[in-house]
C-alpha cells in the first residue's frame, strides 16, 4: 500500500480589490510584484514558492496571487479550488466588502480550510475590533470568539505578523493531513495558460498528485505537450516537480483549458488517441441565431494575454445589460490583435475587437480603420469593459412596425464606389422601389442595412420592380454586398447612433 507523505501546502491569498493581498505576498517573498501591477490591482494568477523557518527544520510553502476585481471570480473560484487552504483577507480598516463575500464563497465551494488574514494593521485608520465584528456577520467565526477559525494580525508593510501567519499555514496542513502520494500516477492542475513567440503555448500548472518529470507527454483538455522541460516557478529547468508544488510546461498543441486536470501518457499516439476521444465527446453549439427584425447581433472578437484574462474579460461583458441585443464571441484566443481577427468581422456593421493587455497589429489597426470595425485595447479590465458597455448600446435596435414591402436575391455584384454598390438581381416577393430602405442578409445573417438610390429594368430608370423581375440596383450602404444575399425591402432594425 503506498505511503502517503506531507507535502508542501498550496495556499491561495484571496479577498476584496484594494485590501492588500499583493502587497502581503510581496512581503512573504521579499519582492516588488505590487509597484509593477497595472492600475495596482493583480490581473493574473502566480504562484510562488517560499520557505519558512520552523523549529523542526525548514519547510515549503506555495502561495497562489488570485485576483480581488470582481472579473476575476472565475479565477478565484480555480485558484480556490487548486489550493490546500485559503488566506482570506480582510483589510482592518476597511471590514468585509462585497468581494470578500465572493473569495469566502469560493472557499466554501471549494471546501478547502481557511485563515482570515486582518491586513493594513499598521495604518493609524485600522481598528481591528471593528473588522472581527465585520467577519463575524457573516458566518466567519473566529478563535477566541466562538469559533474555530484562526486569524492573524498583519501588515504587508511592514511585515509584522508575517511570521506567525506562515505557522498558522503550517500547523493548518498539519492538522488537515495535506498530503499526497509521490507514487502515483502525475497529475496537476491548470491555472493559467499563455502563448508567446518564443516558447508557443505554456500553462503554469499546481502538481496535486505523484511526481512530474522529463519525458512523456502531457495532456489537458483537447491539448497536448511532450514533457522536454520543465520549468520551476523561478523559470529554471528541473528534470522533475513534486507534489504541492508549481511548474510551467511548454510546447502545447493549444490553450489548456483553465483548471483542466493535467495528467501523462508515454506517448504522443497516447496523447492523440486521449484528446481525439474527448472531442468525439464534446458537443459544439451554433455561433449564430436566427435574427429577429427587432434585436440586433453585436459580434465580438477577445483577445487577451492569457486564458485566465479572457474568462475575466466574458465575465466582464456577460455583465452588460444589452436588451435587444445579441452579443455573440465570434473568435477569442491569445495574442495580440491581428488582420485575421479583423477580417472574421468584416461586412457586419455590429462588430468589435477588444484586447486585454495586448496590442494590436499595425496592418489589423489599418484595416479594421477602413472597414469601419470598431478596435480598442486597454490594460484595466475595468475601463475596458465600461468601452465595450458604452460601444453596445450604439446598437441597440429601435422598435419598427413597418411591415415588408419586397424581397431580393442579388445574382450579382458589379462594382462598388466608396459606399454605393452597384448590383443585379431578381424580385422573389412583393416589390422594390426607389428610395427603399433594406435591410442585407447573407446565409440568415442580418450583415447591414442600405437605401436604393437608383433602379433600373433593362437599363432604364424605374421607380419600381415588381415580384419576379430582374433589375439593377444602385444600394448605399457601409455592409459589404455579395453574389447570394438577400435584400429586404423593411427598416427592419436600425441602431441608436
Known sequence: ??????????????????????????????????????????????AYEISHETPEGKRAITFIDTPGHEAFQKMRLRGAAAADIAILVVAADDGVKPQTKEAY????????????????????????????????KEGIYLEGLGGEVPFAKVSGKTGEGIPELLDLILLAADLHDIACDPGKPAQAIVIESTRDARTGVSATVIVKEGTFSVGGFAIAGSAYAPIRALEDFTGAKVKEIACGKPARISGFTDEPPVGEIVSVVSSKKEAEEAISLKKKKTNTAPLMQSPDEN??????????????????????????????????????????????????LIGFPASIAVGFNVKIEPVAKDLAER???????????????????????????????????????????????????????????????????????????????????????????????????????????????VQGDTVTATPAVHFKK
Do not use: C
Open 1 to 46: 500500500m503506498p505511503v502517503k507523505s506531507h507535502t508542501q501546502p498550496v495556499v491561495a491569498i484571496v479577498g476584496h480589490i484594494d485590501h492588500g493581498k499583493t502587497t502581503l505576498l510581496d512581503s512573504i517573498r521579499k519582492t516588488d510584484t505590487a509597484a509593477r501591477e497595472a492600475g495596482g490591482i493583480t490581473q493574473k494568477v502566480s
Open 105 to 136: 464563497k469560493a472557499i466554501q465551494e471549494a471546501k478547502v480550510p481557511f485563515i482570515v488574514a486582518f491586513t493594513k494593521v499598521d495604518k493609524d485608520t485600522a481598528n481591528i475590533e471593528r473588522a472581527k465584528e465585520s467577519v463575524m
Open 295 to 344: 434585436r440586433s447581433t453585436v459580434r465580438l472578437v477577445l483577445k487577451a494575454d492569457s486564458a485566465g484574462s479572457l474568462e475575466a474579460l466574458e465575465y466582464e461583458i456577460a455583465k452588460i445589460p444589452a436588451e435587444k441585443i445579441d452579443i455573440v464571441t465570434v473568435l477569442r484566443g491569445i495574442g495580440p490583435i491581428s488582420e485575421g481577427d479583423i477580417k472574421v
Open 371 to 481: 472597414q469601419g470595425v470598431s478596435v480598442e485595447t486597454r490594460s484595466i479590465i475595468y475601463e475596458l469593459a465600461e468601452w465595450i458597455a458604452e460601444t453596445i448600446k450604439k446598437y441597440t435596435p429601435v422598435d419598427v412596425t413597418e411591415k415588408a414591402l419586397g424581397v431580393a436575391t442579388i445574382l450579382k455584384h458589379f462594382s462598388t464606389s466608396g459606399s454605393k454598390h452597384v448590383v443585379g438581381g431578381r424580385v422573389t416577393e412583393g416589390a422594390l422601389s426607389l428610395h427603399d430602405r433594406v435591410t442585407i442578409f447573407r446565409r440568415g445573417i442580418d450583415v447591414g442595412a442600405g437605401k436604393i438610390t437608383n433602379l433600373q429594368r433593362q437599363r432604364a430608370d424605374v421607380s419600381t420592380v415588381p415580384e419576379g423581375m430582374e433589375f439593377g440596383a444602385q444600394i448605399e450602404s457601409k455592409a459589404d454586398i
